[in-house]
């Protein structure tokens, strides 16, 4: 059996053929496969409020997170969530390793939860891939390969259409696919631009997104630390390592067997004896591999395990170090400042700003007047009526473009006179405050400057 799980045969690229890893952790990775494969194929389907649970449509600039939605004025919010996300993966690459990417990442979980199971199901497991592969093109290959590379279309336009419909929005997505081609040129071409890539991605390029191109995992060197827990090998325990011998008990030997599994399930194709790689994206299926050996020699498990470095080089147990603490402090800062603005945003978003070239009217000599454009932007799902009035009760309002209605995603533009009595004014610059009501209820506010003479100068 070889100890390595590469096409030796090929030339270029060594294309791996990964043993097909089972045990307690693979079966832990499957249910968390599961629940995440569900969310994401339904986030885009489901609604909340009549709106998609997540939508990511950078077109148009709206994006939709359980109910909540950001249009271009939310873009802080946004970023600060983006923020969040990334302090959050730092934080937890910091203290757990790359466990993202082998249970959750879903460049992982499409690879090793779906096409390379769909794979181990038509062509076999390692040996008999790489037997096909060697074979020459006879009935049994052809009907094999067609029927693999059928399946991995389908999953890859099934992928594609759902990746869409997070882009431009599940209904957008329905019409194209119902309604006839032409009326949908570049969306029906955006489908299958994204099915072949999808297609090839997984079919061909495979661990080379996590080994070469993605970058997360080139930020393993910076973002680990000693104490960072990772998929390890007890080299202490397991050195000097050979193949047991059923006479002549060598008690000097290690636990390592030498039998290679370890290597053969790598579906990154490492040597995980060889110390840590940037290519381990901690997927635990060597533990599987070697726990299995491990128990059928009578050692205790976990030969390869959940480790930190200093625990492999100087036996001292896990600690979150102090850079976990750091990036969890900055963490929970960022969250604080993030929810704040979540729950002070407003469902309308009102801007008012003075009318260019203008500075101020007399009316009469008792009253002054500004010229101001209000915009106002509906952040609800629903279509809305509203009043839009000075805050202060002495101030009046003139309108000369004049909106009661904000349509559904939609924004009004009103354009009017702020009228104050000379008696109220009291400085050149003052404040002039505006409110819009919604059923009885100030839904959002805004302000800005009034200009006039006052009445002692
Ligand atoms: S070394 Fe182990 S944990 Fe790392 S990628 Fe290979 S099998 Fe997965
Ligand atoms: S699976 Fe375990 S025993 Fe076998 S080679 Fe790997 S580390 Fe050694």
């Keep these: ?17 990964p043993k097909k890893p089972s045990g307690r952790l693979y079966t832990y990775r499957k249910w968390v496969s599961y629940v995440l494969l569900l969310l994401l194929f339904s986030c885009p389907f489901l609604k909340l409020n009549g709106e998609q649970w997540v939508l990511l449509n950078f077109i148009e600039r709206k994006f939709v997170f359980f109910g909540l939605i950001f249009t271009p004025q939310d873009f802080y919010l946004f970023a600060l969530a983006m923020l969040i996300f990334i302090i959050f993966i730092v934080c937890f690459t910091v203290v757990l390793g790359r466990l993202w990417c082998g249970w ?17 199901w038509i062509e076999g497991d390692n040996q008999k891939q790489r037997k096909l592969n060697a074979q020459p093109w006879n009935r049994e290959k052809i009907f094999k390969k067609s029927a693999k590379h059928f399946i991995f279309l389908v999953i890859s336009f099934a992928i594609a259409n759902t990746f869409l419909a997070y882009l431009i929005g599940s209904e957008k997505l329905f019409s194209i696919i119902t309604e006839p081609v032409r009326q949908h040129v570049s969306g029906f071409i955006s489908i299958w631009i994204f099915t072949i890539l999808f297609y090839v991605v997984f079919a061909y390029v495979r661990e080379v997104v996590c080994t070469v191109i993605c970058p997360y995992g080139r930020l393993q ?20 390592r050979g193949k047991i011998q059923k006479q002549n008990v060598d008690e000097t030997k290690g636990d390592c067997v030498d039998c290679g599994l370890c290597v ?23 533990i599987d591999a070697c726990d299995e050996v491990m128990l059928k020699i009578n050692k205790p498990e976990r030969l390869i395990g959940f480790y930190n470095q200093d625990y492999i080089s100087q036996q001292k147990p896990f600690k979150i170090g102090a850079k976990a603490y750091g990036y969890a402090a900055v963490l929970l800062v960022v969250l604080m400042v993030f929810s704040s603005l979540i729950y002070k945003r407003s469902s309308i978003e009102t801007t008012v700003l003075r009318a260019s070239g203008t500075l101020y009217q007399n009316r009469g000599t008792n009253q002054t007047s500004n010229l101001y454009n209000a915009e106002l932007i509906n952040k609800t799902n629903k279509t809305v009526k509203f009043e839009f009035r000075a805050k202060d009760q002495h101030d009046k309002i ?60």
């Excluded at 059996?1 to 053929?17: C, I, T, V």
């Excluded at 053969?264 to 060597?286: F, H």
């Design 104 to 120: 959750a990442c879903p460049q992982t979980i499409f690879m090793e939860m779906v096409f390379r199971r769909i794979e181990f």
């Design 264 to 286: 053969q399930v790598c579906p990154t194709g490492i040597d995980i004896r060889k110390g840590t790689q940037l290519e381990c994206v901690n997927c635990t299926a060597c």
């Design 221 to 240: 060197g910076v973002l680990l630390d000693n104490q960072s827990l990772i998929v390890a090998y007890d080299v202490n325990r397991g050195e000097p």
């Design 398 to 457: 003139e309108f000369i473009q004049a909106a009661n209605v904000l349509p559904k995603d939609g924004s009004a533009q009103i354009t009017f006179f702020l009228i104050r009595n000379n008696n109220q004014i009291k400085e050149y610059k003052s404040d002039a405050e505006f409110e819009v009501v919604v059923d009885g209820k100030v839904l959002s506010q805004a302000s800005t400057s009034f200009f006039a003479q006052p009445d002692n100068q």
């Design 1 to 17: 059996m070889p100890q390595n799980n590469k096409n030796k045969e090929s030339k270029g690229r060594d294309f791996l053929y």
